[in-house]
């Protein structure tokens, strides 16, 4: 298994436990690992019953985790734009640009950027550090919105780096008879600052398409729906160049089942299985049995010995 590794799937088909248990099994490996929740509903906190916050600690032997807190980092993220405006925009619009940036603030996709961003500097700065680091996302529409971020905000910000020089080379010409100078136009605080960011987002873009560095595992149950938004998923990331190598099949039924109710349950699930063979034919399938009980710090050793 590569490095870096998300966990995806759609919501309550126990991403969280499989994200835990492949940490657990991954230190016990001996690899320095660190467990990232970027769930809003952060359950990494009840499964290892410590309390996990914006700063790592560490649940065990070779074992870090941290959840971020997207709201927090959407706050962090907004302050880090004024704070650079300051720098850069005259005083005088500075107040009606602030407006625009509370507006922004509370705007769709503000806290995906925000997160995106705290990805991005865990990445960067962890990389070297730990032997695999883990990331237990939100659920599906969520993900895929995040991770094809590094696509669009590319995107995005060369065409404002492009603006930018052009507006500055355009002012050069009128104050110097036509003549631009190249190196001011790079060293323009704007550029600077927009240059650094395309930097660190093509820094995660290289990571996230490379399939030696990172892994995707999709978690789904053996249900209809689950194996729809799973395949709608796969094929989506896989048009951003991000393969998905190994998928979780959670909660499997028992063998030995007598109840009539069950029995009928697990026909059902074997068709299913038929279905996701069938429909990942290439991909890894990792089967996890239902527990009789909830997943916690005691068990999770459990399921670990399944990655």
Same mark, same amino acid.
């Given at each position: 298994?590569? &490095?870096?590794?998300?966990?995806?799937?759609?919501?309550?088909?126990?991403?969280?436990?499989?994200?835990?248990?492949?940490?657990?099994?991954?230190?016990?490996?001996?690899?320095?690992?660190? +467990?990232?929740?970027?769930?809003?509903?952060?359950?990494?906190?009840?499964?290892?019953?410590?309390?996990?916050?914006?700063?790592?600690?560490?649940?065990?032997?070779?074992?870090?985790?941290?959840?971020?807190?997207?709201?927090?980092?959407?706050?962090?993220?907004?302050?880090?734009?004024? *704070?650079?405006?300051?720098?850069?925009?005259?005083?005088?619009?500075?107040?009606?640009?602030? &407006?625009?940036?509370?507006? #922004?603030?509370?705007?769709?996709?503000?806290?995906? *950027?925000? +997160?995106?961003?705290?990805?991005?500097?865990?990445?960067?700065?962890?990389?070297?550090?730990?032997?695999?680091?883990?990331?237990?996302? *939100?659920?599906?529409?969520?993900?895929?919105? +995040?991770?094809? +971020?590094?696509?669009?905000?590319?995107?995005?910000?060369?065409?404002?780096?492009?603006?930018?020089?052009?507006?500055?080379?355009?002012?050069?010409?009128?104050?110097? *008879?036509?003549?631009?100078?190249?190196?001011?136009?790079?060293?323009?605080?704007?550029?600077?600052?927009?240059?650094?960011?395309?930097?660190?987002?093509? &820094?995660?873009?290289?990571?996230?398409?490379?399939?030696?560095?990172?892994?995707?595992?999709?978690?789904?149950?053996?249900?209809?729906?689950?194996?729809?938004?799973?395949?709608? #998923?796969?094929?989506?990331?896989?048009?951003?160049?991000?393969?998905?190598?190994?998928?979780?099949?959670?909660?499997?039924?028992?063998?030995?089942?007598?109840?009539?109710?069950?029995?009928?349950?697990?026909?059902?699930?074997?068709?299913?299985?038929?279905?996701?063979?069938?429909?990942?034919?290439?991909?890894?399938?990792?089967?996890?049995?239902?527990?009789?009980?909830?997943?916690?710090?005691?068990?999770?050793?459990?399921?670990?010995?399944?990655?």
């Amino acid at each position: 298994m590569n &490095k870096i590794v998300f966990f995806g799937g759609k919501g309550g088909v126990g991403k969280t436990t499989c994200s835990a248990a492949f940490a657990v099994a991954s230190a016990n490996r001996g690899k320095k690992t660190l +467990l990232v929740s970027t769930d809003p509903a952060h359950s990494t906190t009840h499964i290892f019953e410590r309390n996990i916050g914006k700063e790592i600690i560490n649940l065990q032997n070779n074992l870090d985790a941290l959840e971020v807190d997207g709201e927090y980092e959407s706050k962090k993220y907004m302050e880090g734009v004024r *704070a650079n405006l300051k720098t850069v925009v005259s005083p005088i619009i500075v107040k009606e640009i602030k &407006k625009q940036i509370d507006a #922004a603030a509370v705007s769709p996709g503000t806290e995906e *950027a925000a +997160l995106f961003d705290k990805m991005i500097e865990i990445i960067n700065e962890k990389y070297e550090e730990y032997d695999q680091i883990i990331f237990d996302t *939100a659920p599906t529409g969520h993900t895929i919105r +995040l991770i094809s +971020l590094p696509e669009l905000l590319g995107a995005w910000l060369e065409t404002l780096i492009g603006k930018r020089r052009k507006a500055l080379g355009l002012m050069q010409m009128a104050k110097n *008879a036509g003549k631009k100078n190249k190196k001011d136009i790079e060293e323009d605080a704007v550029v600077t600052i927009l240059k650094k960011r395309l930097d660190n987002v093509n &820094k995660a873009k290289k990571i996230l398409i490379d399939d030696k560095k990172m892994s995707f595992i999709f978690v789904l149950n053996a249900e209809k729906l689950p194996i729809e938004e799973t395949k709608k #998923a796969v094929d989506t990331l896989e048009k951003y160049k991000i393969h998905v190598d190994t998928l979780v099949i959670n909660r499997i039924l028992p063998e030995d089942i007598s109840d009539e109710f069950f029995k009928n349950k697990k026909n059902q699930e074997e068709g299913y299985l038929k279905e996701i063979s069938e429909s990942f034919k290439g991909k890894n399938l990792v089967k996890l049995p239902m527990l009789n009980s909830d997943m916690r710090a005691t068990n999770i050793k459990e399921i670990a010995e399944f990655f």
